[in-house]
DNA sequence: AGAGTATGTCGTATGTTTACGTCATAGTAG
DNA sequence: CTACTATGACGTAAACATACGACATACTCT
């Protein structure tokens, strides 16, 4: 196991961790916006506005629906993806208690607050 | 090149996507946590805090360190990390302006608002 | 049924990340 | 100067991520 150490950290910071590696990747970035943006829940549209093959979308959507950050939908021949914002407000709550956490320290530049 | 075709989006998405990237994987999420908790910027003894080999969390330190969330001073024999909360307090922004974004929708589950 | 469309799965080539041992460097202290 | 400590740089093996073409499935429409 030369990888993904990441047993041996909270359950806390594997979450947040979870969620931001799901935030890397501008393509899902972009999708994430992209349904937020269009009130319906378009489909393989999605695939049409980014600059990626169809088969590389659906691939960054599973991973999304892995993480239930979005929800499909079976709508006849087309599916129909959805941001499921409940969990995204979770996450937004996450990641602000996270910032405020990391912000309220003094500014540390060169010769600066901190005590080095 | 098969492998990031970071191109083609847009920079907002693309810096989102940095730095989530910073903060995928809990080791760095712990890093940011601990010189947050921490007033005074400690070095080497954060390698002794987490559970990885000195030479992974130099590792990570200088992956944070390439985006600038975290300063690095050399003070005689040992190195003085500190979080960049100035930059840190930007991301919190950008983060906060995604976020607001993308939960503005209605809840879309089975049957639910979304027009599907 | 048969043609056509929308989606997802599979395989695969290539690039990236993670984790760590070993070595080189540089300051500290005796 | 010599031994010692703290760091980072280098090399490397294994796991993972990205991108995509080709195939399989399933629904629609005639």
New interface residues.
């Given amino acids: 196991m030369t990888y993904a150490?990441?047993t041996?950290?909270?359950q806390e910071?594997?979450q947040?961790?979870r969620v931001?590696?799901?935030?890397?990747?501008?393509?899902?970035?972009?999708i994430?916006?992209l349904l937020?943006?269009k009130?319906?829940?378009i489909s393989g549209d999605i695939a049409a506005e980014l600059?990626?093959s169809r088969t590389t979308v659906t691939q960054h959507l599973q991973e999304l629906k892995a993480l239930d950050l979005i929800?499909g939908?079976i709508?006849g021949l087309t599916v129909?993806y959805?941001?499921?914002?409940?969990l995204?407000?979770q996450?937004?709550q996450q990641?602000?208690g996270?910032?405020?956490?990391?912000?309220?320290?003094?500014?540390?530049?060169?010769g600066d607050a901190?005590?080095?």
Same sequence: chains 1, 2.
């Fill in positions: 150490k990441t041996a950290f909270t910071q594997q947040l961790a931001a590696k799901a935030l890397a990747h501008p393509a899902r970035v972009a994430i916006q937020a943006s009130m319906t829940c600059p990626l929800r939908e709508d129909c959805c941001l499921n914002t409940e995204l407000r996450v937004q990641f602000a996270f910032f405020a956490e990391a912000t309220v320290g003094p500014v540390c530049g060169p901190c005590a080095c």
